[in-house]
């Protein structure tokens, strides 16, 4: 976690109008559980002439504890930087948030419900029933219109209805079998054992097998029941912006067009095969579940900039990331887990091979590395864990320029703002209050 500087202070003044409007200042920070550390930090505040409208704590992952405080007046911007000074010889600042009323007009527009999906899931790239003229289906009339007839699905789909399922033809049934034939005799050596393992389970609840394209409503219900995720039919390829924001909802745009059958172990975008053969499984992995999770929450009103390295962290994650794993022999093995390469039969060889480079995740790292989109990736980053790479990911949005943290609901799916520490305090209310009566209903069960 990296400590913030003068210079972050500076940053945060140059994000307001300073002459037109009132400011508020809040600091998050967080220190390691000690005896008496609250106290010091207090006194860095009292030092420096500065009071507090509150404060609010909450445990984190490394046995201490999170703080955000927001200040009770205007702060200057040589006395904030003297705070954050001396507040760094006992704790590690995390963000420092300067900001006016009329600031998060200014910020861009993102989803609060998941609802809110409907608005812009069906403003596509590119793809769904255009094609470019080097794809292998451009020139098959009768491919394009198939095309077409499946992609208006997903233009007519909205919030809460049943995925239309999708009558696919011999042809189409053809190029799956090849595909998942493929890639099935690789997966016990070359996937992850979490992807393994759920693929069995695909196979025996979903109607995963070579001579079955399985339908996407009854994948979405099976990830609802294992972790909350669902699928989502989408037309074609949309911004990186918006198909983050879809992750933060436990969403997944995923296609129904399958490729073109002239080239079955290629693709140039992703199709039904991509997405159920390499995305589906982990949805329903709970680690991987909520790494995916945290990528689309960091996506939220953030800047096109930070949007960007969201979307290069995503791709060498879950298009192509790989894992350490423990192998039979009591070894670490790696392993592969993103979807890029679990739909790929060649990229799945590949990539096991002495040719690409394998570098640590490392999320700073990662979202400012390039990578091409047309051939074998040149390096993979490797995690420790999904959990590993989830508390990065974390650490990692902290960076972002956002002035404010969200909190997602899971029982009403909408996320909202925690911009102030009222706001804070509500949220964690409501979460105890939630945990409590899920704690009683387990009990009711297992008594009976």
Same mark, same amino acid.
């Given at each position: 976690?990296?400590?913030?500087?003068?210079?972050?202070?500076?940053?945060?003044?140059?994000? $307001?109008?300073?002459?037109?409007?009132?400011?508020?200042?809040?600091?998050?920070?967080?220190?390691?559980?000690?005896?008496?550390?609250?106290?010091?930090?207090?006194?860095?505040?009292?030092?420096?002439?500065?009071?507090?409208?509150?404060?609010?704590?909450?445990?984190?992952?490394?046995?201490?504890?999170?703080?955000?405080?927001?200040?009770?007046?205007?702060?200057?911007?040589?006395?904030?930087?003297? $705070?954050?000074?001396?507040?760094?010889? @006992?704790?590690?600042?995390?963000?420092?948030?300067?900001?006016?009323?009329?600031?998060?007009?200014?910020?861009?527009?993102?989803?609060?419900?998941?609802?809110?999906?409907?608005?812009?899931?069906?403003?596509?790239?590119?793809?769904?029933?255009?094609?470019?003229?080097?794809?292998?289906?451009?020139?098959?009339?009768?491919?394009?219109?198939?095309?077409?007839?499946?992609?208006?699905?997903?233009?007519?789909?909205?919030?809460?209805?049943?995925?239309?399922?999708?009558?696919?033809?011999?042809?189409?049934?053809?190029?799956?079998?090849?595909?998942?034939?493929?890639?099935?005799?690789?997966?016990?050596?070359?996937?992850?054992?979490?992807?393994?393992?759920?693929?069995?389970?695909?196979?025996?609840?979903?109607?995963?097998?070579?001579?079955? $394209?399985?339908?996407?409503?009854? +994948?979405?219900?099976?990830?609802?029941?294992?972790?909350?995720?669902?699928?989502?039919? +989408?037309?074609?390829?949309?911004?990186?912006?918006?198909?983050?924001?879809?992750?933060?909802?436990?969403?997944?745009?995923? @296609?129904?067009?399958?490729?073109?059958?002239?080239?079955?172990?290629?693709?140039?975008?992703?199709?039904?095969?991509?997405?159920?053969?390499?995305?589906?499984?982990?949805?329903?992995?709970?680690?991987?579940?909520?790494?995916?999770?945290?990528?689309?929450?960091?996506?939220?009103?953030?800047?096109?900039?930070?949007?960007?390295?969201?979307?290069?962290?995503?791709?060498?994650?879950?298009?192509?990331?790989?894992?350490?794993?423990?192998?039979?022999?009591?070894?670490?093995?790696?392993?592969?887990?993103?979807?890029?390469?679990?739909?790929?039969?060649?990229?799945?060889?590949?990539?096991?091979?002495?040719?690409?480079?394998?570098?640590?995740?490392?999320?700073?790292?990662?979202?400012?590395?390039?990578?091409?989109?047309?051939?074998?990736?040149?390096?993979?980053?490797?995690?420790?864990?999904?959990?590993?790479?989830?508390?990065?990911?974390?650490?990692?949005?902290?960076?972002?320029?956002?002035?404010?943290?969200?909190?997602?609901?899971?029982?009403?799916?909408?996320?909202?703002?925690?911009?102030?520490?009222?706001?804070?305090?509500?949220? $964690?209310?409501?979460?105890?209050?939630?945990?409590?009566?899920?704690?009683?209903?387990?009990?009711?069960?297992?008594?009976?």
């Amino acid at each position: 976690m990296e400590q913030l500087s003068s210079s972050s202070v500076q940053d945060a003044y140059n994000t $307001i109008n300073s002459a037109s409007f009132s400011q508020r200042t809040s600091l998050s920070f967080n220190v390691v559980n000690r005896v008496g550390v609250l106290k010091e930090c207090l006194e860095v505040f009292s030092n420096c002439g500065v009071s507090l409208a509150q404060i609010v704590s909450k445990p984190c992952i490394n046995s201490g504890y999170d703080f955000f405080v927001e200040i009770d007046s205007e702060v200057p911007e040589e006395k904030l930087q003297n $705070i954050v000074h001396d507040l760094e010889a @006992t704790a590690k600042c995390t963000k420092v948030t300067v900001m006016g009323q009329q600031d998060f007009a200014k910020l861009p527009w993102y989803p609060q419900k998941i609802s809110d999906l409907d608005l812009f899931s069906h403003q596509t790239l590119q793809y769904g029933s255009e094609l470019d003229a080097d794809h292998p289906g451009f020139t098959d009339v009768e491919y394009r219109k198939r095309r077409l007839d499946i992609t208006q699905i997903a233009k007519h789909y909205k919030h809460g209805d049943s995925i239309p399922r999708v009558e696919y033809t011999k042809e189409e049934i053809n190029t799956w079998r090849i595909v998942y034939n493929n890639l099935t005799s690789l997966y016990k050596t070359h996937a992850c054992t979490q992807h393994q393992r759920i693929f069995n389970l695909l196979e025996e609840k979903c109607g995963f097998s070579p001579d079955n $394209i399985p339908q996407l409503e009854d +994948v979405s219900n099976f990830l609802k029941q294992c972790t909350g995720w669902s699928l989502r039919p +989408v037309s074609g390829l949309l911004s990186a912006r918006d198909f983050l924001n879809g992750l933060a909802f436990r969403v997944f745009h995923s @296609t129904q067009y399958i490729r073109h059958h002239s080239k079955p172990l290629y693709t140039p975008e992703p199709d039904v095969c991509h997405e159920l053969l390499g995305h589906a499984p982990l949805f329903a992995d709970p680690d991987f579940a909520d790494f995916s999770q945290e990528i689309g929450l960091a996506s939220l009103g953030v800047s096109d900039d930070d949007i960007q390295k969201l979307a290069t962290c995503y791709w060498f994650t879950v298009e192509f990331g790989m894992c350490k794993q423990e192998g039979e022999n009591g070894k670490r093995e790696i392993k592969a887990y993103g979807a890029g390469i679990l739909s790929s039969f060649g990229e799945l060889e590949y990539c096991m091979s002495d040719v690409p480079k394998l570098l640590p995740f490392d999320p700073f790292t990662a979202s400012t590395t390039p990578y091409p989109v047309t051939t074998y990736q040149p390096c993979y980053f490797v995690a420790e864990s999904f959990e590993s790479a989830k508390l990065q990911m974390i650490e990692f949005s902290r960076s972002l320029n956002r002035p404010f943290e969200l909190f997602y609901n899971p029982f009403t799916q909408t996320v909202d703002k925690l911009d102030s520490v009222e706001v804070i305090a509500k949220k $964690i209310k409501l979460v105890e209050h939630q945990l409590s009566s899920l704690s009683s209903s387990l009990l009711k069960l297992a008594t009976k």
